[in-house]
T-cell receptor
Framework: KAGVTQTPRYLIKTRGQQVTLSCSPISGHRSVSWYQQTPGQGLQFLFEYFSETQRNKGNFPGRFSGRQFSNSRSEMNVSTLELGDSALYLC????????????FGSGTRLTVV | QKEVEQNSGPLSVPEGAIASLNCTYSDRVSQSFFWYRQYSGKSPELIMSIYSNGDKEDGRFTAQLNKASQYVSLLIRDSQPSDSATYLCAPRNEYSGAGSYQLTFGKGTKLSVIP
């Protein structure tokens, strides 16, 4: 059974650019959640998508956005990148909303220079 | 703001000892609790879930929950060097009464098992 797949694994971007990260959940999982992980703040919730609808949103600026497609795959976008956006971005999937047993992907390491 | 507090460590225990990891949370209505293990450079993996007050055992791991005290812990018996990792506590919180939920993670406790 395939796990949660995130692409790309690594990214280096310049301040002001935008970036799109992709997540394919486990087959049959309809919920995809995104987290940002930094050494100082730990894992912080960005948003959750369920059946193509954003169900939850964390306390991040509007530069962070996402969407989910009909096959449950999800993308997140960060516009006008700032140095502080450098982090590990983790996607997690679960059968239903709310992370009753999330499975995480390997993450995308974003570095903003 | 829902908060989850964990001792950041590092917590060092000798091989074969019991490691005790603690977590307190602020959201009184949290009903489900999860422990994740994260090895350095890897993503978190779910190791335990607990929903009712008391103890839940799974192999060398025991999760303990006390909702009245808003406290959850993880015991690792017969600790092995391979248990060296960061352990993340995550209560499940309801989002604005909307019937949707999310996990709020603590910053984790770094465990080091010394051979």
């Amino acid at each position: 059974k395939a796990g949660v797949t995130q692409t790309p694994r690594y990214l280096i971007k310049t301040r002001g650019q935008q970036v799109t990260l992709s997540c394919s959940p486990i087959s049959g999982h309809r919920s995809v959640s995104w987290y940002q992980q930094t050494p100082g703040q730990g894992l912080q919730f960005l948003f959750e998508y369920f059946s193509e609808t954003q169900r939850n949103k964390g306390n991040f600026p509007g530069r962070f956005s996402g969407r989910q497609f009909s096959n449950s795959r999800s993308e997140m976008n960060v516009s006008t990148l700032e140095l502080g956006d450098s982090a590990l971005y983790l996607c997690a999937s679960s059968l239903d909303t709310g992370g009753d047993g999330y499975t995480f992907g390997s993450g995308t390491r974003l570095t903003v220079v | 703001q829902k908060e989850v507090e964990q001792n950041s460590g590092p917590l060092s225990v000798p091989e074969g000892a019991i490691a005790s990891l603690n977590c307190t949370y602020s959201d009184r209505v949290s009903q489900s609790f999860f422990w994740y293990r994260q090895y350095s450079g890897k993503s978190p993996e779910l190791i335990m879930s607990i929903y009712s007050n008391g103890d839940k055992e799974d192999g060398r791991f025991t999760a303990q929950l006390n909702k009245a005290s808003q406290y959850v812990s993880l015991l690792i018996r017969d600790s092995q060097p391979s248990d060296s990792a960061t352990y993340l506590c995550a209560p499940r919180n309801e989002y604005s009464g909307a019937g949707s939920y999310q996990l709020t993670f603590g910053k984790g406790t770094k465990l080091s098992v010394i051979p």
